[in-house]
């Protein structure tokens, strides 16, 4: 009976606003519900899309989430206003379909334009990838509400009905993919899922309202983007649940290899030979270990991020018995160490999956020897393993004479380096900071690794750099009142202010 004018029961006026049999009340629950859950989908993958690029930052979240919110409030204002100048139900088909299409092309869009490494082109493209199909999937909404609307005397019980419903929706799709899909799936494996999903419906929708010969177009946009995806290349040798992972033979050397996570290198691991360490920073942690304990001598070691545990198996062959108990936040990157870096049980490492700031808390007091930091969240420490509340759980697990050695990166002014070692001075008695000479008396283009060794014994520094320098490293080693006037005023990072993303120089790709 659409196109019958509705008579108010209240009054018996006769309103103009039609009935509408072509959606069904629970057609259109599904309809908002999914698309409400869509979007949210899209905003929560888009931050793992950007993080290999921007960094897990929040400065990145910020961005994605007002991308997003811009979207819902676009698509919510059009979306109302073309459902008053054209039927809404020969609308909904077309929003699925084209926001189905854009869904499952953003994570090969996205990376295109990372790989391309034009910062603003990579911004243009992921605000593109994010508004276009939240705008489209946030004008459904409206449209089913104005088909829904039968009469003055249930609009406020259909609006709110499914202003609930679109609520709901965003919360399974937030709980679900931040839970459950991105644990178990790769994201370009849940973006173009949803895309598909998104276009099938469009097809249901279609041969509801037009007839079967309308539904065939969205069917073979669902083909041929099944095809596309199956065609396409991944850039990934695993694509873990935080990371895109390849693994890189050394040219230079046959066994070594290296774990790139998000395109910048992680690790450097030969397989034939653990005690090969090839970059500067593992040499200077080996150093700073050198000159604190006697050769050979095994340690009882906790390890604050794995990677390509490069350390605990050096640990491992030049101090036969050592215990290496590693917290390692990422399973898939564990998995590459047992598939692809051949670590074995029996090698006195032991890997838990878990974040190190609730493994440390497991620890008992003046249990571990030596504490070494080496996690990152993209290019940067994760900033509540850098505050001082975590300085100070590092500092109860360790013995009196133990040590705590940590390896940071950043650029430019080093502002975020500098308040690390302002934060770890004011728990421990002894630190030293270990680095390329040029790294701290460059200007803008200064950066890279340091290494900042701390411990409530004293430290011998002078050791430290024969060391670092009998390995072929070029770097410093500073403390006392040379570290502290490097250091400055910096402020002490803390669980309540931990600034970490601000105070990081964007790193330099490239």
């Known amino acids: 009976m659409a196109g019958k004018p509705a008579v108010s029961k209240s009054s018996g006026i006769v309103v103009g606003i039609p009935e509408s049999t072509e959606l069904g009340r629970y057609a259109a629950a599904a309809l908002v519900f999914g698309a409400s859950a869509s979007v949210l989908v899209v905003e929560i993958v888009a931050l793992r899309l950007l993080a290999p690029y921007l960094g897990l930052t929040l400065e990145t979240s910020t961005l994605v989430i007002g991308i997003a919110l811009a979207a819902i409030a676009l698509g919510s204002w059009t979306g109302g206003r073309v459902a008053d100048l054209m ?7 077309p929003l699925l379909a084209v926001s189905g299409v854009a869904v499952a092309a953003t994570p090969f869009a996205v990376r295109a334009a990372g790989a391309i490494d034009d910062g603003v082109l990579l911004i243009l493209v992921s605000t593109f990838a994010i508004m276009l199909p939240g705008t489209l999937l946030a004008a459904v909404t409206p449209m089913v509400t104005k088909l829904r609307l039968t009469s003055l005397d249930e609009t406020g019980t259909v609006v709110g009905r499914l202003s609930a419903i679109g609520t709901a929706g965003a919360i399974v799709g937030t709980v679900v993919t931040g839970f459950i899909l991105i644990s178990r799936l790769p994201i370009s494996g849940i973006m173009v899922g949803l895309g598909a999903a998104l276009v099938l419906a469009a097809a249901a929708v279609e041969l509801r309202v037009r007839g079967w010969r309308s539904a065939v177009v969205p069917a073979v946009l669902v083909l041929l983007g099944g095809g596309a995806a199956v065609v396409a290349r991944g850039s990934c040798d695993v694509e873990t649940i935080y990371h895109c992972a390849v693994v890189v033979t050394d040219p230079d050397r046959a066994s070594g290899r290296v774990l790139m996570l998000d395109g910048a290198p992680h690790s450097y691991v030969d397989l034939a030979d653990p005690t090969y360490l090839d970059w500067d920073y593992a040499k200077a942690v080996a150093s700073a270990i050198d000159t604190a304990y006697p050769e050979g001598q095994p340690l009882r070691v906790y390890h604050i991020g794995g990677g390509g545990l490069t350390l605990p198996r050096y640990l491992e062959r030049v101090r036969p018995g050592t215990a290496s108990l590693v917290s390692e936040i990422d399973p898939d990157v564990v998995k590459i160490d047992t598939d692809q870096f051949k670590l074995t049980a029996g090698q006195g490492i032991e890997v838990r999956v878990e974040d190190a700031r609730l493994g440390v808390g497991r620890l008992a007091n003046s249990s571990q020897d030596l504490v070494l930091g080496d996690a990152f969240g993209g290019v940067s420490v994760p900033w509540h393993l850098t505050t001082r509340e975590m300085v100070h759980e590092v ?6 004479d133990g040590l705590y050695v940590i390896n940071l990166l950043d650029y430019g002014q080093l502002a975020f380096a500098r308040a690390e070692v302002a934060t770890l001075t004011e728990v421990f008695d002894h630190v ?58 910096a402020s002490v990072l803390t669980d309540d202010y931990a600034p970490v993303d601000q105070l990081l120089t964007p790193y330099p790709r490239g």
């Open 87 to 93: 039927p809404p139900r020969r609308a909904l088909g």
């Open 395 to 400: 500092s109860r697990v360790l013995t009196d």
């Open 432 to 489: 030293a900071l270990a680095t390329e000479a040029d790294t701290l008396t460059g200007g803008e283009k200064a950066g890279g690794n340091l290494v900042v060794i701390a411990s409530h014994s004293p430290l011998d520094v002078a050791s430290i750099a024969t060391r670092i320098s009998e390995r072929g490293a070029d770097w410093g080693v500073i403390t006392g009142a040379e570290l502290a006037a490097w250091t400055g005023d």
